[in-house]
């Protein structure tokens, strides 16, 4: 576990207030740093969706002495099994190896994760309704209240980073190709069941919660900036699929629906600027389908905590977390490929190999993704 020292040595500019800003302000803090977390919203809040914390997210966790916590308001799952619009199974992961090898991850909503992180923190610790204008790699950011100064300025600001500027300049983030939609319901009868279905162009996936709710993402390809009707939309995609996804969205209220383009970051050149680091969306936005992104800013967190206790060399932060959140953005973003296939040739083919693949071969491929620690 991370561990406070007797006063601060030094201060931290936190520019977001997401679950990597949070998580970083919590690490700083443990070690003694003054904290200050800058964040545009009026008040700390999170959608309502869940996020799955796979092992390697829940060590960062432990480290922040936070595991625990988080556990208690999660609800264990096992890898999430592929199936076809009718519910024939085209990949089902061996969950006892993947228990054994790595340990199960678990959901949670992101609510009660921002909730656990901030509690860790000085109430004071944190300034809302803060616009972040420019940053300077000399160590200050100007904002809509003046200008603050620290020893470090760390970007937790999202994909649309303005720290990251004075980092590498201007870089525009890249369309997926596909909108996501994503939502919490209470579900008629009690859910144990999970599993993500692929359909041609189009996916629907759903994982039951700590609390009995479930929550359901849905994604197809569609041009940037479509507007849809929502649970409507849902219904005409979907509501013909496999048991349980048409009671799933009869449950549904339309107001919890929430759709999101997709996006994600090409690979950036650095992620560190003389006393500025990037980190979480900032630094490697990407797409879901590992469900790594979230997890990724926790290790980022634990990372550059260890690095700054350790000397203060950002060159290291950046040698330790480009080239592995490239690898797995990279990873994520051939797996949406392959499930966002529409040609129905290409995707029966999809289908065919996946059902050959052996399940000792799925629970390998996960190593590179599941097997960091601290």
Known sequence: MLERVGIAMSKVIIVGGGIGGLATAVAFHRQGWDVEVLERAPEITEVGAGLSLFPNALRALDTLGLGDEARAHAREHGAVGIRNSKGGWLARPD?????????????????????????????????TGISVTEAHSGGSVEHSEGTSTGDLVVG??????????????QITPKYAGATAWRMVLTPTQPMDDLGETWGHGERFGFTPLGDGRVYCYATANLPAGTKTDGLEELKRRFGSWHAPIPSLLEAAEASAVLQNDLYYL????????????????????MTPNLGQGGCQALEDAVVLAKVMREGGNLARYDELRRPRTQMIAARSNRAGMVAQLSWAPLAWLRDSLLRLVPASAQVKAMAPVLDWKP
């Open 95 to 127: 969950t006892a190896a993947i228990r054994d090898r790595y340990g199960l991850p678990v959901m949670v909503h992101r609510a009660d994760l921002v909730d656990i992180l901030r509690r860790a923190i000085p109430e004071d610790a944190v300034r």
């Open 266 to 285: 090409p690979p950036l050149k650095t992620f560190v600027a003389e006393r500025i680091a990037l980190l979480g969306d900032a630094a490697h936005a």
């Open 156 to 169: 937790a600001d999202g994909i649309n980073s303005v720290v990251r500027r004075a980092v590498c300049g």
